[in-house]
């Protein structure tokens, strides 16, 4: 038995604004599962990269694209296979993206190089761009009663973002017992369930004037993405140079062709006239760099907690549990309280809290203990929950019941974009910071080989610290202190700046349950 809808936005009254149906929360509770995967996608390799280093050998650029392709290939189809869902139906993508999921990780677990690794990642991310619309624009089209529905985005967001803060615990205790790869297994039980119960319990929606998806835009619409991010990342870590440059202007000449076609097609691929609506395009940018923030932080916190604090990956991951609990209040708490309080408030003064929690962070030293450390990167997780509930419920509530797919991926965007950015700039911004102080401290008689490894990253300092002299891997663990403490920096600017912006252009915006 399967459920086929056409959803048709002139449907009557009565359909419009029936409440949701037992069927449909379960369908909700189907759709929880693959949400809190992708999240847990995001940050399940970010306890296990001292392992995976050691052995798979990566360099450290390479174990940056290990960590972050999955989320730049994520944010380059995003647009693409929302559109492809309003066309074929949301249900269908959704069932065919988590075949290629679950395939894509079983590629993962068992990587035996770098290279296949990286590979394997982006695959998981083409996969994972199915996904992503396909979830939220069902829940779009499924509630139809506008409080039920912020509810469910509410619910949806929170667990994309309980996803990501429960990364590292989860790999943690999967570390504990097995082996690196076992992390990327933890997706079959979750898309098994999904395959069984999707076809009973969510219905299909499509859009039945979405026509023919143009393919020269999906073409474009990566192209416009990939160069742009390849230009941050280079210039994060090299600084300006003409390579990193030409690359940014081919995104940006590009971006602006692909605009220019969405204007002129009958059925574009993205709908750009939804961004002359304020509160969606701050919303977007809200999203955006606050997960840069907090998707950079992360990586370095969970980092320090094992290279520099000494804790194994199962202890790692428990203290990682007070930002995850603080995360998970302020995902259900924010939409309460955007009923009584304008949402601009509430995520302005939720990303003030994060501000000072960055802060902390940048007064970090080795011998502080990690209670300093824990209680700024709660508050920072504060952020986090309140900008996932209430940023995305800007967004889609701003765009018509046909668009949601696009509005869904135009979010969904963003946060992955958002976290592989903060992961490649707050990431290469630290690695240069490292290696500049740990030049100035290593020893003239170091050899080549150790010199080699020291210099390029504290994981791998950490896979030859026996075969170092005495007091160059503490040199190593005060350089990577450094380089957090000027990440925590940027991601304070950052997360100031959100606040005020919030406060000041979101003020008369509203919520669906507001």
């Known amino acids: 038995m399967t459920i086929d809808v056409t959803f048709h936005p ?56 290990i960590m972050d392709a999955y989320g730049f290939m994520i944010a380059g189809f995003l647009i693409t296979m929302g559109s492809l869902g309003d066309r074929i139906g949301r249900r269908k993508l959704l069932m065919i993206g988590a075949v290629a999921f679950a395939a894509a990780s079983v590629l993962a677990a068992f990587s035996t190089s770098a290279g296949m690794l990286i590979f394997a990642r982006a695959a998981l991310g083409v996969a994972g761009a199915t996904l992503m619309p396909s979830t939220l624009a069902l829940i779009s089209n499924m509630f139809n009663v506008p409080a039920q529905r912020a509810l469910a985005i509410g619910v949806w967001a929170t667990m994309f973002a309980l996803g990501m803060a429960a990364g590292p615990l ?60 390849y230009a941050l990342k280079e210039v994060a870590k090299y600084g300006i140079d003409f390579p990193s440059v030409l690359a940014f202007a081919a995104s940006v000449v590009l971006a602006m062709v692909f605009v220019r076609r969405q204007l002129t097609l009958r059925h ?91 802060l902390m962070l940048t007064v970090i030293v080795p011998s502080s203990g990690i209670a300093l450390l824990i209680a700024g990167f709660s508050l920072a997780y504060l952020g986090l929950g309140t900008i996932a509930a209430l940023g995305t419920d800007l967004v889609v509530s701003t765009a018509p019941p046909t668009k949601a797919g696009a509005a869904s991926a135009m979010s969904e965007m963003v946060q992955e974009l958002g976290v592989a950015l903060g992961v490649a700039i707050l990431g290469s911004l630290t690695t240069f910071i490292y290696r500049r102080e740990i030049f100035d401290a290593l020893p003239s ?52 700046s959100l606040a005020l912006l919030s406060v000041v252009a979101l003020r008369h915006a509203r919520t669906q349950g507001g």
Do not use: C
């Open 10 to 65: 002139d449907a009557p009254p009565e359909q419009a604004h029936a409440p949701a149906s037992t069927r449909t929360w379960l369908g909700l509770a189907v759709l929880a599962l693959p949400t809190a995967l992708l999240g847990l996608d995001v940050t399940l390799l970010y306890l296990a990269l001292p392992a995976l280093a050691a052995d798979l050998q990566p360099t450290s650029t390479q174990a940056l694209w």
């Open 268 to 358: 574009p691929l993205l709908d750009v006239r939804l961004f002359a609506n304020r509160a969606f395009t701050v919303a977007l940018i809200i999203l955006l760099f606050g997960l840069v923030s907090v998707g950079g932080t992360m990586l370095l916190v969970t980092q320090y907690l094992q290279l520099v604090a000494g804790f194994s990956p199962l202890v790692a991951g428990a203290w990682m549990g007070p930002p995850a609990l603080m995360m998970f209040v302020a995902g259900i708490a924010a939409p309460l309280m955007a009923r009584k309080v304008r949402p601009g408030i509430v995520v302005g003064g939720a990303l003030a809290l994060s501000a000072i929690g960055y």
């Open 170 to 229: 989860v790999g943690g205790v999967l570390l504990e017992q097995f082996w690196w790869g076992s992390a990327f297994l933890v997706a079959l039980p979750i898309v098994a369930i999904l395959l069984v119960a999707g076809p009973f319990l969510l219905p299909e929606y499509r859009d039945p004037a979405g026509g023919r998806l143009d393919l020269i835009s999906a073409f474009l619409s990566l192209l416009a993405i990939l160069p742009g991010i």
């Open 445 to 496: 008689g170091l050899r080549g080989a150790e010199s080699e490894a020291v210099t390029d990253s504290l994981a791998q300092a950490y896979a030859v610290q026996d075969t170092l002299p005495e007091g160059v891997f503490t040199q190593a663990q005060s350089a990577f202190v450094a380089g957090l403490n000027g990440a925590a920096m940027v991601a304070t600017l950052i997360a100031a």
